[in-house]
């Protein structure tokens, strides 16, 4: 198993270990809702929570009822990513893996310099590295779209010291803990 792999495993420990969950989601939630760069957001690209994840349809929610456009990814055979536009959460189904996603048939936002998309992952560095799951869908999405402002979501023990990344690892600007909103350096 290589170092990536290990740490995966690690920190999907760790995150499935975390206690209270609901209070730290909605303290997250409340956290990220904060953000300038939220509040004016044309849109904001989440992804549906799965096995241990921050409960994302409580951001859903929230942004649906601010009035903000929310739109899933939907992943390709080819290793692509779209996101489709989603007005409510019976829009999404159960896809790979059983995570539910769009259907492919939803209009895609038009991406702007002031979309958010809301970033999975396993650990976050607090320069904004991250151990993804493996796929590369994110990367390859944010580097063909680098006008997007990145947000990750994460309770606190899922941020460490360094994560061994290569050059194509996109970093993220913001990342929302429990605790904190962590500012991350431009690299």
């Given at each position: 198993m290589?170092e990536?792999?290990?740490?995966?495993?690690?920190?999907?420990?760790?995150?499935?270990?975390?206690?209270d969950?609901a209070?730290?989601d909605?303290?997250?939630?409340?956290?990220?809702?904060?953000?300038?760069?939220?509040?004016?957001?044309?849109c904001?690209?989440l992804?549906?929570?799965?096995?241990?994840e921050?409960?994302m349809l409580?951001l859903?929610?929230c942004?649906?009822?601010?009035?903000?456009?929310?739109?899933?990814?939907?992943?390709?055979?080819?290793g692509?990513?779209?996101?489709?536009?989603?007005y409510?959460a019976s829009?999404?189904s159960?896809?790979?893996?059983?995570?539910p996603?769009?259907?492919?048939?939803?209009?895609?936002?038009?991406i702007?310099?002031?979309?958010?998309?809301i970033v999975?992952?396993?650990?976050?560095?607090?320069y904004?590295?991250r151990?993804?799951?493996?796929?590369?869908?994110y990367?390859?999405?944010?580097?063909?779209?680098p006008?997007?402002?990145?947000v990750s979501?994460?309770?606190?023990?899922?941020?460490t010291?360094?994560?061994p990344?290569?050059?194509?690892?996109?970093t993220?600007r913001?990342i929302?803990?429990?605790?904190?909103t962590?500012?991350?350096?431009?690299?």
């Open positions: 290589n990536k792999s290990l740490l995966r495993k690690r920190f999907s420990d760790i995150r499935a270990s975390v206690s969950k209070a730290k909605a303290s997250i939630t409340r956290s990220i809702l904060s953000l300038n760069e939220v509040k004016n957001a044309d904001v690209l992804y549906a929570s799965f096995r241990s921050i409960d409580m859903f929610g942004l649906r009822e601010l009035g903000i456009d929310t739109a899933f990814p939907l992943c390709g055979k080819n692509e990513m779209t996101f489709h536009l989603v409510d829009q999404l159960a896809g790979a893996y059983g995570i996603e769009p259907d492919s048939s939803l209009p895609q936002p038009v702007t310099d002031r979309t958010v998309c999975p992952g396993l650990a976050f560095t607090a904004g590295g151990l993804g799951y493996g796929g590369g869908f990367d390859r999405f944010l580097d063909a779209n006008q997007i402002i990145t979501a994460a309770y606190e023990a899922l941020l010291d360094s994560l990344l290569m050059q194509h690892d996109l993220v913001y929302v803990t429990e605790e904190r962590v500012i991350c350096n431009e690299q």
